[in-house]
Nanobody, 118 residues
Framework: QVQLVESGGGLVQAGGSLRLSCAGS????????MGWHRQVPGKQRELVGD???????NYADSVKGRFTIFRDNAKNTVYLQMNSLKPEDTAVYYC????????????WGQGTQVTVSS
């Protein structure tokens, strides 16, 4: 089992920055991918970006050039650095982890609200 705890959400003005953190505990050695997702009530949850075991990152087109995912293995923590924030980025952001034995993300954080004012 893996537990994920998110932090760093809040209110920011358009053009500003926030950094979200996702701290993992439990069977961390079983994880081979970490991803960030976001969701607005009534809409589909979308993948923002992810990072795989080799360190490669992928991003949705809507956030490329503005968001960066990086990790600190010593702290078992993955970060989402969000720059040049837009009102359209307002959502609940979720951290997720995928175990080697799973074909999809199977562990999820509690979510953290990000609100970008115009």
């Amino acid at each position: 089992q893996v537990q994920l705890v998110e932090s760093g959400g809040g209110l920011v003005q358009a053009g500003g920055s926030l950094r979200l953190s996702c701290a993992g505990s439990g069977s961390i050695s079983s994880i081979n991918a970490m991803g960030w997702h976001r969701q607005v009530p009534g809409k589909q949850r979308e993948l923002v970006g992810d990072i795989i075991s080799g360190g490669r990152t992928n991003y949705a087109d809507s956030v490329k050039g503005r968001f960066t995912i990086f990790r600190d293995n010593a702290k078992n923590t993955v970060y989402l650095q969000m720059n040049s924030l837009k009102p359209e980025d307002t959502a609940v952001y979720y951290c997720a982890a995928k175990a080697y034995w799973s074909l999809s993300y199977n562990y999820w954080g509690q979510g953290t609200q990000v609100t970008v004012s115009s």
